[in-house]
């Protein structure tokens, strides 16, 4: 079983930025990659962004390339999302998760769920 427990987001303007974490805890090593995904209200919850611990390499969404950056610190087995120039349409509920892989998103576990809120 994998712990997930996320921290950051809150309410930012458009153009603005936020930073995500989440600390995995228990049996990672199940796992090779994680993931952000979010869901909007009234959508189906969305990929974002992955990132697999051995070797760092990254994937995602179209909609965030060049704006989301992923990144991991193995030591403290945390995953962070960098979100810059946030648009209205980043708003939504923000979940960490263990995937199976980098290029399987079968999600093992999810976090609790944070919410970013971007105002226009």
């Known amino acids: 079983q994998v712990q997930l427990v996320e921290s950051g987001g809150g309410l930012v303007q458009t153009g603005g930025s936020l930073r995500l974490s989440c600390v995995a805890s228990?049996?990672?090593?199940?796992?090779?990659?994680m993931g952000w995904f979010r869901q909007a209200p009234g959508k189906e919850r969305e990929f974002v962004a992955a990132?697999?611990?051995?070797?760092?390499?990254?994937r995602y969404a179209d909609s965030v390339k060049s704006r989301f950056t992923i990144s991991r610190d193995n030591a403290k087995n945390t995953v962070s999302l960098q979100m810059n120039s946030l648009k209205p349409e980043d708003t939504a509920v923000y979940y960490c998760?263990?995937?199976?892989?980098?290029?399987?998103?079968?999600?093992?576990?999810w976090g609790q769920g944070t919410q970013v809120t971007v105002s226009s």
């Open positions: 998760a263990a995937v199976q892989t980098l290029w399987d998103l079968k999600v093992k576990a």
């Open positions: 228990g049996r990672t090593f199940s796992s090779s990659a």
């Open positions: 990132i697999r611990w051995s070797s760092g390499a990254t």
